[in-house]
C-alpha cells in the first residue's frame, strides 16, 4: 500500500499532475490501513520498488510532512542502505543523494541527456548521474532489483502508511485533484468485499459524517471499459446509491453524495480546463 501511495504522490512531485486536474486509479487514498493490514500481514515487492518507498519516506521527513520518530527514521535509512547494497553493490552513494538520485530519474532533462530510452553512450563519471545511469541501463541492477523482499506490515509500518495517507488526501484535498473511481471495475479487479466497502466512501464525506481532521476529497463517477465490463455510467451510479443504502444512508443523502460525485466529473472533465477557478488562484498566488 506504501507503494500505491507513493506512485500516486509520484504524479503531483514530478509535475505530471497539478491543480484542478484528475486521476484515476488512485484508490490506495482511501482504502483503510488497518482493514488493508489485516489482509496482508506479510507482502512481497520488488526489491526496488520497497527500497523507492523508504527513500520516498525519508524525503518526506526532510520536508515536514511527515512527523520524524528517530527510531522509524534510523530503521529506514538502515534497511534502505541495505538494499542499497544488495541491488547496486557495495559502492553505493549516500542515502541523501540516493535520495537525489531519485528525483532525478523523473528529470526531463537528466533523461534528454542520457539519450532515454535510448541511452548510449560511457557511464557518467559524477556518482549521482552513474547511479542514475545504472538503474536505466544495467541488467544486473535490473535483475537484482526484481528479487522480491519480504515487507511486514507492523505496528509502526502501520503508524506511518496513516499518516502518509492522511498527508497525501490533504494534498490531493488542497490542489482539488478529482479521483475517479470505477464501481465495477474496482470490485472484480480491486477484489473488494463488496460495493458498501470501496474507498471511494472514505474519500469523500457523506454529509453529516465529516472527519475532524481528515480532508474531504473530489470523486467522480466513471466506467472503467464498458465492453468489459458489460457497464454503463447509469450503472455505476446505481451500484453506489444501493450500496449507500445498505450502509444504512438515507435516500436523500445518497442522492447528494451522489450529485457531487457527478459535478466533481463535469468540472474535472478533460474537454474543457479543469477547475477554473483554482487554476486562476495558482497563477495569481504561485507559493499559495
Known amino acids: 500500500m506504501v507503494e500505491g501511495l507513493r506512485r500516486i504522490h509520484e504524479t503531483i512531485e514530478f509535475g505530471l499532475l497539478s491543480c484542478g486536474d484528475r486521476i484515476g486509479h488512485g484508490l490506495a487514498l482511501g482504502l483503510a490501513p488497518g482493514v488493508w493490514a489485516s489482509q496482508s500481514r506479510v507482502v512481497m515487492q520488488p526489491a526496488e520498488e520497497r527500497l523507492d518507498d ?38 553505493v552513494i549516500t ?8 528525483r532525478l530519474r523523473h528529470d526531463p532533462i537528466v533523461l534528454e541527456r542520457f539519450g532515454y530510452p535510448f541511452v548510449n553512450g560511457d557511464s557518467p563519471t559524477l ?58 471495475s474496482n470490485l472484480l479487479i480491486g477484489t473488494l468485499p463488496s460495493v458498501e466497502d470501496h474507498p471511494v466512501f472514505r474519500l469523500q464525506h457523506l454529509r453529516g459524517l465529516r472527519s475532524e481532521g481528515v480532508p474531504s476529497n473530489q470523486v467522480s463517477v466513471n466506467v472503467d471499459n464498458p465492453l468489459t465490463f458489460s457497464s454503463r455510467l447509469s450503472d455505476e451510479f446505481s451500484h453506489l446509491y444501493y450500496a449507500l443504502l445498505r450502509k444504512g444512508v438515507s435516500a436523500a443523502d445518497a442522492l447528494v453524495w451522489l450529485n457531487e460525485a457527478r459535478e466533481n466529473g463535469w468540472r474535472s472533465r478533460f474537454t474543457l480546463p479543469a477547475s477554473a477557478e483554482c487554476k486562476i488562484l495558482k497563477l495569481l498566488l504561485p507559493d499559495g
Do not use: C, K
Not at 520524524?68 to 538494499?83: N, Q, S, W, Y
Not at 544486473?140 to 515487507?151: D, I, K, N, T
Open 54 to 91: 523508504l527513500l520516498w519516506e525519508l524525503a518526506l521527513y526532510q520536508r515536514g510532512a511527515l512527523p520524524a520518530d528517530r527510531g522509524r527514521v534510523e530503521f529506514v535509512r538502515a534497511e534502505a542502505a541495505r538494499l542499497s547494497r544488495a541491488i547496486y553493490g557495495p559502492s
Open 95 to 102: 542515502i541523501e543523494e540516493q535520495i537525489n538520485a531519485r
Open 127 to 184: 556518482p549521482l548521474l552513474r547511479h542514475v545511469w545504472l538503474y536505466l541501463v544495467d541488467a544486473g541492477v535490473f535483475e537484482r532489483g526484481q528479487r522480491p523482499v519480504e515487507v511486514m506490515t507492523h505496528e509502526h509500518e502501520m503508524q506511518v502508511l496513516e499518516a502518509m495517507q492522511s498527508w497525501l488526501r490533504a494534498e490531493f484535498a488542497r490542489l482539488e485533484i478529482t479521483i475517479e473511481s470505477n464501481p465495477s
